[in-house]
T-cell receptor, first 116, second 114 residues
Framework: GDSVTQMEGPVTLSEEAFLTINCTYT??????LFWYVQYPGEGLQLLLK?????DKGSNKGFEATYRKETTSFHLEKGSVQVSDSAVYFC???????????????FGRGTQLTVWP | IAGITQAPTSQILAAGRRMTLRCTQD?????MYWYRQDLGLGLRLIHY???????GKGEVPDGYSVSRANTDDFPLTLASAVPSQTSVYFC?????????????FGDGTRLSIL
């Protein structure tokens, strides 16, 4: 079945450091891939997405490239800020055989803390 | 501001009681979802609805029921709460139930069952 495996945290970085959060997936079809971010006490917000192989999603300085050959969608940012401290979730959306719904499958989340 | 409204924000409930979590969206989205979020497990889908009048079971549906009488509302009911249902519950919606549509989330309901 479909699943997402992402790097376990917590990840602690100094401001302006480079960030990578690894995410790999298993899917039976051709999924869309997403990164969501959750700030304390809030719901999840879409950070970026990619809907086909080699697509690059980007937003707020974050980037991730849909790599079909390595089944990966790693999240990167060149210079993190204190305000980036949050939990990051990798997710894939696929339509299981016989279903009319595109389901989201989430990784377990990675807590990022950025120190000034 | 358009979005998803969940109520209550938090609740403490005695085991065995019935509880309904409310979810309303004003984006005219067709698809709606309920997830529970537990530490170390990420989010797991409880129930979903492709469109008004239809519902389906997700990954962890036991002990929960939903209804979708109209486009905007998607309440989640715990008929007889148990401590293992202590969790944070998120309602979400998407324009269509297609796999490339992002989902929009409410701020969650923190539920504690004693």
């Amino acid at each position: 079945g479909d699943s997402v495996t992402q790097m376990e945290g917590p990840v602690t970085l100094s401001e302006e450091a480079f960030l990578t959060i690894n995410c790999t997936y298993t899917a039976t079809g051709y999924p869309s891939l997403f990164w969501y971010v959750q700030y304390p006490g809030e719901g999840l917000q879409l950070l970026l997405k990619a809907t086909k192989a080699d697509d690059k999603g980007s937003n707020k300085g974050f980037e991730a490239t849909y790599r079909k050959e390595t089944t990966s969608f790693h999240l990167e940012k060149g210079s993190v800020q204190v305000s980036d401290s949050a939990v990051y979730f990798c997710a894939l959306s696929d339509r299981p055989r016989g279903s009319t719904l595109g389901r989201l499958y989430f990784g377990r989340g990675t807590q990022l803390t950025v120190w000034p | 501001i358009a979005g998803i409204t969940q109520a209550p924000t938090s609740q403490i409930l005695a085991a065995g009681r019935r509880m309904t979590l409310r979810c309303t969206q004003d984006m005219r989205h067709n698809a709606m979802y309920w997830y529970r979020q537990d530490l170390g497990l990420g989010l797991r889908l409880i129930h979903y609805s492709n469109t008004a009048g239809t519902t389906g079971k997700g990954e962890v549906p036991d002990g929960y029921s939903v209804s979708r009488a109209n486009t905007d509302d998607f309440p989640l009911t715990l008929a007889s709460a148990v401590p293992s249902q202590t969790s944070v519950y998120f309602c979400a919606s998407s324009a269509q139930g297609n796999s490339n549509q992002p989902q929009h989330f409410g701020d969650g309901t923190r539920l504690s069952i004693l």
